[in-house]
């Protein structure tokens, strides 16, 4: 080992000094990086593969590869990891997403016109009891054709329908009779059309083809009657025999 050349308070050259001085203290150094420094490899190639979205799956695979990883050797990239996870599934479920989109707004037009006006639904009749039927009904009688001049028939059931379709008949009002005792069949027809006559003619009279309505009605029957039924259904119906009305009456 050499010394510096001799200086002011220094030995000569010569001079062998017994005890020689200590090492001089080394400065701070900076030891060469760990493991937990580096960026996982997989991590990078996972962000990268679900960036581009053409290897699929890929990157979601390799994003779990390298969490692992550095759940077990330390590191960085994680962050990449989840990032290359999350992109790789919205390649995956974004097509999936976009055809459901597609496939509803198909659906939504289908349902209307060209004009982008609905189409008419089609609906199957209903079948429901006569005397359940409300104001705003359409009916269709299977026993008679709702003419006016048909004879009394006893009815059970109707069918509800489309409004905008052939139907019998549109009803308009319904009342209950005030009797305590079921008055006779005659009386009954009165009651009815007296009772219909007063609440739906007007309306009728408004109808621009005013001149091809008439009135029909439902009433109680003797079995109805003792079931505590009082109802009277006053309706619109075509005129003629045996034809039917296709729209709403518009009174």
């Known amino acids: 080992m050499s010394y510096p050349p001799p200086g002011p308070g220094q030995p000569g050259a010569g001079f062998h000094d017994p005890y020689p001085s200590p090492p001089m203290p080394v400065g701070p150094g900076y ?14 190639a996972a962000f ?6 053409c290897f699929g799956i890929v990157g979601a695979v390799l994003g779990v590869i390298s969490l692992r990883q550095i759940g077990e050797r330390g ?20 097509p ?20 982008g006006t609905p189409k008419p639904k089609t609906t199957r009749p209903q079948k429901i009891d006569a005397y359940k039927m409300k104001v705003g009904d359409c009916i269709n009688d299977p026993v008679s054709s709702g003419g006016p001049s048909a ?25 209950n009779l005030t009797q305590t005792v079921m008055p006779d069949d005659q009386r009954m027809s009165d009651l009815a ?3 219909c006559k007063l609440r739906i003619q007007r309306r009728l009279d408004r ?10 009605f439902y009433y109680p029957t003797a079995d109805s009657w003792r ?25």
Not at 48 to 53: E, N, P, Q
Not at 154 to 175: I, N, R
Request: proline residues 6%.
């Open 207 to 216: 109808d621009p083809a005013a001149a091809h309505l008439a009135r029909s």
């Open 75 to 94: 590191g960085k990239g994680r962050g990449l990891a989840v990032a290359g996870i999350v992109l790789s599934a919205l390649w995956i479920v974004g």
């Open 48 to 53: 990268v593969t679900g960036l581009l979205g």
């Open 31 to 44: 030891a060469a990086g760990s493991p937990q420094d580096k960026t996982n490899g997989v991590a990078i």
């Open 193 to 195: 059309s007296a009772g």
């Open 96 to 115: 999936v997403i976009g055809y459901l989109m597609i496939s509803g707004s198909d659906s939504s037009s289908s349902a209307s016109g060209p004009d």
């Open 227 to 251: 079931d505590g039924d009082r109802a009277v259904t006053c309706l619109g119906v075509n005129a003629a025999e045996g034809k039917k009305l296709t729209r709403r009456i518009r009174g």
């Open 151 to 175: 004879p009394p028939v006893e009815v059970d059931s109707v069918k509800k329908v489309p409004c905008t379709g052939p139907h019998d008949g549109e009803v308009l009002a319904v009342f």
